[in-house]
Nanobody
Framework: VQLQASGGGLVQAGGSLRLSCAGSGESFSMYGMGWFRQAPGKEREFVAAIGWANERTYYTDSVKGRFTISRDNAKNGVILQMETLKPEDTGVYYC????????????????????WGQGTQVTVSS
């Protein structure tokens, strides 16, 4: 089972990026899936998730209204559409998956989520 994250890059403040997480090895339809990020010198933090059953979404406060997470059935994964990016959004973004887990629970589980992708760098310049 693998998760492959892609789509990071360098963007100016106010710009947009679209991150993709593709799953392989099994169907992730029974998994909650989400994104975490880690800025230099800081701990990894929760960003957004989508639940396995009712597809409810959950976001950390700092990205509400700017980021949108959705399922990508074609890639057996999720997409994170990021708008109005800010320098404080800079970091390595990791996708994660946890079987039979709600979006809010993924945030609470943190590093205990079942599977992790390799990370993709997002840099927002001011």
């Amino acid at each position: 089972v693998q998760l492959q994250a892609s789509g990071g890059g360098l963007v100016q403040a106010g710009g947009s990026l679209r991150l993709s997480c593709a799953g392989s090895g099994e169907s992730f339809s029974m998994y909650g899936m989400g994104w975490f990020r880690q800025a230099p010198g800081k701990e990894r933090e929760f960003v957004a998730a989508i639940g396995w059953a009712n597809e409810r979404t959950y976001y950390t406060d700092s990205v509400k209204g700017r980021f949108t997470i959705s399922r990508d059935n074609a890639k057996n994964g999720v997409i994170l559409q990021m708008e109005t990016l800010k320098p404080e959004d800079t970091g390595v973004y990791y996708c994660a998956a946890a079987r039979y887990t709600t979006a809010q629970a993924m945030g609470a589980r943190g590093a205990k989520n079942d599977y992790w992708g390799q990370g993709t760098q997002v840099t927002v310049s001011s």
